[in-house]
């Protein structure tokens, strides 16, 4: 069966520092990896996603993401955080042996303290 | 860990036919659940919120009386596509918000896809 985990429930990082937010993945086929963000009183927004091809996936806003097959992960980074990217982040992935059907990892809330 | 089931996973169906799609949140209570729509290579659209007990608030553009929707109790959110066409074939999933104390977290169905021929 396909799983998300997102380990850390809050990030907090320094306007101006790099951020990680992280998230592995357990699936049996290939995996469609994705990030989306909430904003207050918002509806999910896409980042990014990963498919096929290069590892490193850049994304909106200055996010990027990359897949490592090898530690199931695809975590998403930016080289220098905004206040602004103070928002709830989910990684969901989708297994090419289960169709159309998402798994969205429980969300990492990403504090960027100015 | 939290889980919330939607069911039916995929389903198919003629035009004119309404379909009921369930969103249930399996150990624990959501006052608030959300239904989202998903275009193909589209990010999720934000379609309505699901209060229990009270009517649900549609953004603006969703068409009220053709999705309708339905929060009877702190578990079950229902979304039924009335008189269905083909442009209503898309990617539906539901979240749920979990109403314990501390951080409030949202935990998402696996989706429907909807096919109307």
């Known amino acids: 069966a396909q799983s998300v985990a997102q380990p850390e429930d809050q990030v907090n990082v320094a306007e101006g520092n790099p951020l990680t937010v992280k998230c592995t993945y357990s699936v049996s086929g290939n995996p469609y990896l994705f990030w989306y963000v909430q904003y207050p009183n918002r509806g999910l927004q896409f980042l990014l996603k990963y498919i096929t091809g290069d590892n490193l996936v850049k994304g909106s806003y200055g996010f990027e993401a990359e897949f490592n097959k090898s530690q199931t992960s695809f975590h998403l980074k930016k080289p220098s955080a905004l206040v602004s990217d103070s928002a709830l982040y989910f990684c969901?992935?989708?297994?090419?042996?289960?169709?159309?059907?998402?798994?969205f990892g429980p969300g990492t809330r990403l504090s960027v303290l100015p | 860990g939290a889980v919330v089931s939607q069911h039916p996973s995929r389903v198919i169906c003629k035009s004119g036919t309404s379909v009921k799609i369930e969103c249930r949140s399996l150990?624990?209570?959501?006052?608030?659940m959300f239904w989202y729509r998903q275009f193909p290579k589209q990010s999720l659209m934000l379609m309505a919120t699901s209060n229990e007990g009270s009517k649900a608030t549609y953004e603006q553009g969703v068409e009220k009386d053709k999705f309708l929707i339905n929060h009877a109790s702190l578990t079950l959110s229902t979304l039924t596509v009335t008189s269905a066409h083909p442009e209503d074939s898309s990617f539906y999933i539901c979240?749920?918000?979990?109403?314990?104390?501390?951080?409030?977290?949202?935990?998402f169905g696996s989706g429907t896809q909807l096919s109307v021929l």
């Open positions: 979240s749920a918000r979990s109403t314990g104390t501390g951080t409030k977290k949202l935990f």
């Open positions: 150990d624990f209570q959501a006052t608030t």
């Open positions: 969901a992935v989708r297994d090419s042996n289960y169709g159309q059907n998402f798994v």
